[in-house]
Structure formats: structure tokens, C-alpha cells
């Protein structure tokens, strides 16, 4: 790989690092303030402002780790030069992060060897996607770029369908499109929480990006104007939109105050994303991920990239440490909250998230460089 594409690396390594750390604020907000449980989309009148910021921003984390997926597949096709491997590894990682998602960090989240109910959330949702992108890469290039591109922007046609009345379809539509439950039997069920087929588009399209803009013959002034436009673009399209406020999410209300009003235009569905959840989002992730290249030599990136090369790492970490703390914090405080414990604002998240993140960040680094030491190892390469 030359060295110009390494440089590269580095940047998408610490936007990857940036989402994994806001993700952390975000999941500790799901241990520590269950207790103000916050809706898709959110219920405006419900939601103080500080609480949907955070939210709001933790709206990043998710189609820009999928779509950097599809990018990295790209840069690992264009290293090995075989299309073939790429295909083979994105199968066998996609299965990996399926039983993953099913078993580890399952039992991070519900504490349960073996769990009455199932939750397929984002793991699964990547997982699922890099199988699908393992089939499609095999595609022509145009129809690639079309099917992507058609997914994304068409996919909120299907919101109106559901199989109810058709049981047998209705699991793998569940999977595919719409939020809602598999019952596999009376004592367990599945619940489909991240909708894959929205996510099948945004990881083509990343894969897409890959190819156009981070071949070795594309100079970096060159990507990088290229793709602020595109980012600039895509944000623009989100505003035209949502100021029709007729497709693409759910509408935009008129609301008592000029911030409720505010904060209703930028609420945006995630479960399944909508076109303008992930136009918004990609948009504002593209426009990081270039500022980020244009930085990543400064001392202050070098954290983010070491978070972001070892992802999987760092989120069952940190998923098991939110585990133990919260259980400690029962321990000792008692349930102060109904039926759980929890912070009492949202700023003893923000604070919860930052002392966390510089803890964690010496095991992390020393994971980092253990598995940078050791590329002979193989299951590292998955983490």
C-alpha cells in the first residue's frame, strides 16, 4: 500500500474513533438515564433540549460506522487486489459480527447467558450488510452506484407495507424494513432493532465512495474538494426536503416555541433510517472525514485514530464496563430511580462519558499496539 494511501488510513481511523467516542456518550445515556427513555423519533415535548442534543449527535455514530465499513472493504480490496479475498473476508466477518452481536454482546446488555429476548441491534445490522455488500460487489460499477442510490433514496416508499396478516412474511420483512418482533417461541423472541435494508445501501454506497475517490491516482486536493461538495450537497438535499416536509422522514411540526420548532425539523428516524437521516448524517460525516485528513498529523488526532483501529475492541469494552459499573452503582445506591438507578442530569453523562473514555484509553492503546504487533494473528484483524 503507499504511503499516500496509509496517510488516508489515518483519518477515516480517527473519524471512526470520533463516532466510537460519541457513541460511548451515547450508551452511557442507555445505562445511567433509562429512566427518561427517549423515543424514535423523539417526542419533542418530552425531551429537554440537553438530552436531545446528545441524542442527536449519537445520530452520527451509526451510518457513518457502516458506510466506513463499506469504504474500508474498498481500501482492503485495493490492497490485496483481489476480489475473491475481499468477498471471502466480508462473509466470514459478517458472520463473526452476527454470532457476536447474538452472544457477547447480548449478554453485555440484558446480563443473560440465555436471554428470553433477543435484541438485533447495530452488530448485527453491520454484520448482515457486509454479507449482502460481499454479494454486490461482484456487481458492474454503475449498477452498484444505482442500487445504492436506490436504496437509500426509495426505501421510505416501503413504509406504508407491513405483513401482518401474512406470518410467514412478516419476520423477514421485520428484518429487511420494519421495526417489530420474531417470535421464535413463547419463551424467546427477537426484536429487530436495526432494519437492514437501509443499512444494505449506506455500506454500498461507502464501498462506491471508496472506489471513486480513494483510488491511489486520485490526489488528495482532488478527493478532498471533490467530497466537501458532496458532503455540502448532500446536506443541502436534506434541507430542500425537509423544508417540503413531505417525504423522506416523518413531517416537521410547528411547535409553541421557535427552539421546539427546531428541534422538531432536525428529529429524525433512525429505526430504520430515513433518506433524510442519513443524508443529513453522511453529509456532516463527510465534512469530518476531510477535516479530519487535513488535521490528522496534529498530536490531538492521534487518541482518535488509536480508538478508531481497534473499533470492536472498544465497544464490547466499554459495554461491559457500563455493565459492572452499573451493577456496582445498584449495589450501592439502590434502585433511585422507579425501577433503576440513574444520574440525575444530563451533564453527569457528558462528565461519565469523558472519565470513561481517558480510563479506557491506555487498555485500548496497549490492544492497539499489540494488534498491530501481531498481524499474524488473524481473529485480531476482526476487532
Not at 10 to 30: E, K, P, S, Y
Not at 88 to 104: A, C, Q, Y
Not at 237 to 242: A, D, E, P
Request: glycine fraction near 6%.
Amino acid at each position: 500500500m503507499s504511503a499516500q494511501l496509509s496517510q488516508r488510513l489515518l483519518a477515516i481511523d480517527a473519524l471512526r474513533g470520533l463516532i466510537i467516542l460519541i457513541m460511548m456518550l451515547d450508551h452511557v445515556r442507555d445505562t445511567f438515564y433509562v429512566h427518561h427513555q427517549v423515543a424514535d423519533p423523539m417526542v419533542i415535548a418530552d425531551t429537554s433540549p440537553s438530552l436531545y442534543f446528545g441524542r442527536v449527535l449519537a445520530h452520527l455514530c451509526a451510518p457513518m460506522f457502516v458506510f466506513l465499513t463499506g469504504l474500508s472493504a474498498y481500501l482492503y480490496q485495493a490492497k490485496n487486489n483481489n476480489l475473491a479475498m475481499t468477498r471471502t473476508f466480508l462473509f466470514k466477518r459478517g458472520i463473526f459480527l452476527i454470532l457476536l452481536e447474538i452472544t457477547v454482546i447480548n449478554f453485555a446488555w440484558t446480563g443473560q447467558l440465555i436471554p428470553q429476548v433477543m435484541y438485533l441491534q447495530v452488530i448485527w445490522a453491520i454484520g448482515i450488510s457486509m454479507i449482502a455488500l460481499a454479494a454486490l460487489i461482484a456487481l458492474p460499477k454503475n449498477i452498484r452506484w444505482g442500487l445504492a442510490l436506490l436504496i437509500i433514496f426509495a426505501h421510505n416508499l416501503l413504509d406504508p407495507i407491513s405483513f401482518k396478516n401474512i406470518p410467514s412474511i412478516q419476520p423477514l420483512w421485520n428484518i429487511l424494513h420494519e421495526r417489530g418482533w420474531i417470535i421464535i417461541h413463547e419463551q424467546f423472541k427477537l426484536r429487530t432493532s436495526y432494519p437492514v435494508l437501509p443499512w444494505i445501501g449506506v455500506i454500498l454506497l461507502g464501498y462506491c465512495f471508496g472506489e471513486a475517490w480513494f483510488g491511489q491516482h486520485i490526489m488528495a486536493k482532488q478527493r478532498q474538494r471533490t467530497l466537501t461538495r458532496i458532503g455540502i450537497t448532500f446536506i443541502a438535499v436534506f434541507f430542500v426536503l425537509r423544508g417540503i416536509n413531505i417525504y423522506g422522514d416523518h413531517a416537521w411540526l410547528i411547535m409553541p416555541t421557535s427552539l421546539e420548532t427546531a428541534m422538531s425539523f432536525f428529529n429524525l428516524t433512525k429505526y430504520p433510517p430515513s433518506l433524510l437521516f442519513i443524508l443529513f448524517n453522511v453529509g456532516i460525516g463527510l465534512l469530518l472525514l476531510i477535516f479530519l485528513e487535513k488535521k490528522q498529523n496534529q498530536s490531538w488526532v492521534k487518541p482518535l485514530v488509536v480508538f478508531g483501529s481497534v473499533p470492536m475492541f472498544f465497544y464490547i469494552l466499554h459495554l461491559f464496563v457500563l455493565k459492572i459499573l452499573y451493577s456496582i452503582a445498584v449495589m450501592y445506591y439502590g434502585l433511585n430511580q422507579g425501577q433503576y438507578f440513574g444520574l440525575n442530569n444530563v451533564l453527569s453523562l457528558w462528565i461519565t462519558a469523558v472519565i470513561l473514555s481517558v480510563l479506557l484509553y491506555p487498555i485500548v492503546a496497549r490492544f492497539a499496539k499489540f494488534k498491530h504487533n501481531n498481524k499474524h494473528i488473524r481473529i485480531l484483524k476482526y476487532f
